[in-house]
């Protein structure tokens, strides 16, 4: 099987777009303005050279490129490009698509030579759209998700049980996919520090610190296994949310039920276009300067605007009065297809 990843990909778009941006550090945030409170969505590797990541404030990234090129989120063009890209890796022989995001995929496929079927869909690609892609090859999908990161840029990298541990055993556990820097925190607590130690761990040591699913689950992470079948069944998004950072922070409660009330109409109308009912409601807080909570609370099945609406502004009684709000997210849960709810259809993270 074969992760498919566009490399920087949003940025890759922009300069399709302005090919005369091609070399230069470019920074896609927000309305493209640093004065504003936006993140980065992505950026070049020219910008991430000098520290630039997603998710970092667009006014700290400006600072640490004086003379980065800051571009607005077109979601459009990126959708539309993805589309293509979609589009070309199913027309590959053989191929079974499992679309991940925008900018990456697993592929199954029946090959002999699994590098020289990489090279051909990074070409198919390359000529479809002009964007370049690293593969990454593996027996597991985790094994082929993590070799892509050894592809990058442009490359193809293959990993199995037989060299796993041997490129990957000295690595810190964060590297996994699946093991963030929390996770690998935790893990430490317990003198597991690298890939190779959580490989050779018990995984039932894990249960008291994770539970009975997640700790086996992650000790299968450290020795790269898990599935081996590329499944192409539909996604089903399982909620829609909707989230608004503000440029002055809301302090007064009418402001802040206001704009409770604006989220849920935009979720909502994501909502009705799925035409499932909804089943649960979280709402997310960010108070100033950077201290975010989440409340969720779930809610009998209804298509009722009013009623959400009703439920939303309940669950925002919980919003410290008078504490300044640099932003506020609503996401809705719904119910489930009667084929997803039968495990069929592979589960996506919400926020």
Same mark, same amino acid.
Request: with cysteine; glycine share 10%; aromatic share 6%.
């Given at each position: 099987? #074969?992760?498919?990843?566009?490399?920087?990909?949003?940025? *890759?778009?922009?300069?399709?777009?302005?090919?005369?941006?091609?070399?230069?550090?470019?920074?896609?945030?927000?309305?493209?303005?640093?004065?504003?409170?936006?993140?980065?969505?992505?950026?070049?590797?020219?910008?991430?050279?000098?520290?630039?990541?997603?998710?970092?404030?667009?006014?700290?990234?400006?600072?640490?490129?004086?003379? *980065?090129?800051?571009?607005?989120?077109?979601?459009?063009?990126?959708?539309?490009?993805?589309?293509? @890209?979609?589009?070309?890796?199913?027309?590959?022989?053989?191929?079974?698509?499992?679309?991940?995001?925008?900018? +990456?995929?697993?592929?199954? @496929?029946?090959? +002999?030579?699994? +590098?020289?079927?990489?090279?051909?869909?990074?070409? *198919?690609?390359?000529?479809?759209?002009?964007?370049?892609?690293?593969?990454?090859?593996?027996?597991?999908?985790?094994?082929?998700?993590?070799?892509?990161?050894?592809?990058?840029?442009?490359?193809?990298?293959?990993?199995?049980?037989?060299?796993?541990?041997? !490129?990957?055993?000295?690595?810190?556990?964060?590297?996994?996919?699946?093991?963030?820097?929390? !996770?690998?925190?935790?893990?430490?607590?317990?003198?597991?520090?690298?890939?190779?130690?959580?490989?050779?761990?018990?995984?039932?040591?894990?249960?008291?610190?994770?539970?009975?699913?997640?700790?086996?689950?992650?000790?299968?992470?450290?020795?790269?296994?898990?599935?081996?079948?590329?499944?192409?069944?539909?996604?089903?998004?399982?909620?829609?949310?909707?989230?608004?950072?503000?440029?002055?922070?809301?302090?007064?409660?009418?402001? @802040?039920?206001?704009?409770?009330?604006?989220?849920?109409?935009?979720?909502?109308?994501?909502?009705?276009?799925?035409?499932?009912?909804?089943?649960?409601?979280?709402?997310?807080?960010?108070?100033?300067?950077?201290?975010?909570?989440?409340?969720?609370?779930?809610?009998?099945?209804?298509?009722?605007?009013?009623?959400?609406?009703?439920?939303?502004?309940?669950?925002?009684?919980?919003?410290?009065?008078?504490?300044?709000?640099? #932003?506020?997210?609503?996401?809705? +849960?719904?119910?489930?297809?009667?084929?997803?709810?039968?495990?069929?259809?592979?589960?996506?993270?919400?926020?």
């Amino acid at each position: 099987m #074969l992760h498919v990843d566009l490399d920087q990909f949003i940025a *890759a778009v922009e300069v399709l777009r302005r090919p005369e941006l091609a070399g230069k550090p470019i920074i896609v945030g927000g309305r493209g303005d640093p004065t504003e409170r936006a993140v980065v969505s992505t950026a070049s590797y020219e910008a991430r050279a000098f520290g630039v990541g997603s998710g970092m404030p667009l006014r700290v990234a400006a600072r640490k490129v004086p003379d *980065a090129v800051i571009l607005p989120v077109d979601f459009e063009a990126y959708l539309a490009a993805s589309e293509t @890209v979609m589009a070309t890796l199913r027309e590959q022989p053989g191929a079974t698509v499992q679309v991940l995001g925008w900018d +990456e995929a697993f592929v199954g @496929v029946e090959t +002999e030579d699994p +590098e020289a079927y990489a090279r051909q869909v990074q070409s *198919a690609v390359l000529e479809r759209t002009q964007l370049h892609c690293s593969v990454g090859i593996g027996d597991t999908l985790v094994r082929a998700k993590v070799a892509t990161g050894f592809g990058k840029p442009a490359g193809v990298f293959r990993l199995t049980a037989g060299n796993w541990l041997d !490129v990957m055993g000295s690595r810190p556990t964060k590297e996994l996919w699946g093991v963030g820097s929390r !996770v690998s925190a935790r893990l430490a607590k317990h003198g597991i520090n690298t890939v190779a130690e959580l490989a050779a761990c018990d995984p039932q040591d894990l249960v008291p610190e994770f539970g009975p699913r997640m700790g086996p689950w992650y000790a299968q992470l450290g020795r790269g296994e898990g599935a081996s079948v590329v499944d192409d069944t539909p996604w089903v998004a399982r909620g829609h949310s909707r989230e608004t950072t503000f440029q002055h922070d809301l302090t007064d409660p009418a402001e @802040v039920e206001d704009a409770v009330r604006e989220l849920a109409a935009h979720v909502l109308e994501d909502v009705v276009a799925e035409g499932r009912p909804v089943i649960g409601l979280t709402l997310k807080i960010r108070y100033a300067p950077f201290l975010t909570t989440t409340h969720a609370k779930k809610v009998p099945e209804t298509f009722d605007r009013n009623e959400v609406l009703a439920r939303a502004l309940d669950l925002a009684t919980v919003i410290e009065t008078g504490r300044p709000i640099r #932003l506020l997210g609503l996401r809705a +849960e719904m119910a489930m297809p009667d084929d997803a709810r039968k495990g069929h259809t592979p589960t996506r993270g919400g926020w």
